[in-house]
């Protein structure tokens, strides 16, 4: 006998509006800023009530923490999709490369780079949206903690002394099975602050007082960070005429 699998039409038709309702708060992040994306905002785009969008989301919060997530995701599919087209290469390669999606993918979407990095929604509730969230995050994250990792694993890279680094971060659960030891988790935690800190400042225009390009000047950070990781030698830095 033969199941019919498929979703019903009233499932189809809620994970349609669904959609609908993320595409649209998304529509009205990058056109008007996060503070457009409102119930009632959405709901008037959508030729709906505010109050007939909780059937789909139980708060204006839990509709962000949704979007928030997808972004995540889609981020996420980008890195992955930067690293897969140089499995040929090496994982210094590869992890450069990832560096540069997420540059490329944070300036192209500003509004939902600031959504996902300088709006955090986690907080300390414990709840099915949060751990959605949270689940993201740590997917996002593993794509450079398990290059970091096996590029550790591989050729390693100089670290500091265990006693330099003891009581400098307290290691927590990250987004791989099998952490770093402290001295690699160091390093990987000081390269992601370089990287970040330049992405984010780059997004939300902290550099164009002092650089109209900032093309060099991120490829100037990956030499350094390619330095850093042994990925090449510290001549690079001269033949970049720093």
């Known amino acids: 006998m033969v199941v019919d699998t498929a979703p019903s039409r009233r499932v189809r038709r809620r994970r349609d509006t669904l959609r609908e309702i993320k595409e649209v708060a998304r529509r009205l992040l ?80 500003p509004q939902e780079f600031g959504l996902v990095f300088a709006n955090p929604v986690t907080g300390e509730r414990h709840d099915d949206l949060s751990d959605l969230v949270e689940a993201a995050g740590q997917r996002f994250g593993a794509v450079f903690v398990t290059l970091f990792a096996t590029l550790w694993a591989q050729d390693g890279f100089p670290v500091p002394d265990p006693e330099v680094v003891a009581g400098r971060f307290t290691t927590r659960p990250g987004p791989v099975a099998d952490p770093l030891p402290p001295g690699p988790s160091y390093v990987f935690l000081c390269c992601w602050a370089r990287l970040y800190g330049a992405i984010a400042m780059e997004v939300f225009g902290q550099l164009a007082w002092a650089v109209d390009d900032l093309d060099p000047l991120f490829d100037d950070l990956m030499a350094d960070l390619a330095v850093t990781l042994a990925l090449a030698g510290p001549d690079q830095r001269g033949s970049r005429g720093i």
Do not use: N
């Open 30 to 109: 990058v056109e008007s800023g996060v503070h457009a994306v409102t119930l009632r905002g959405i709901a008037g785009e959508m030729g709906m009530s505010a109050p007939a969008l909780y059937r789909y989301f139980a708060s204006h919060e839990a509709l962000v923490r949704g979007l928030v997530a997808d972004l995540y995701d889609e981020l996420t599919a980008t890195l992955e999709q930067a690293r897969d087209q140089l499995q040929a290469s090496s994982t210094g390669d590869q992890l450069i490369a990832v560096c540069h999606a997420f540059r490329g993918w944070s300036t192209e979407h």
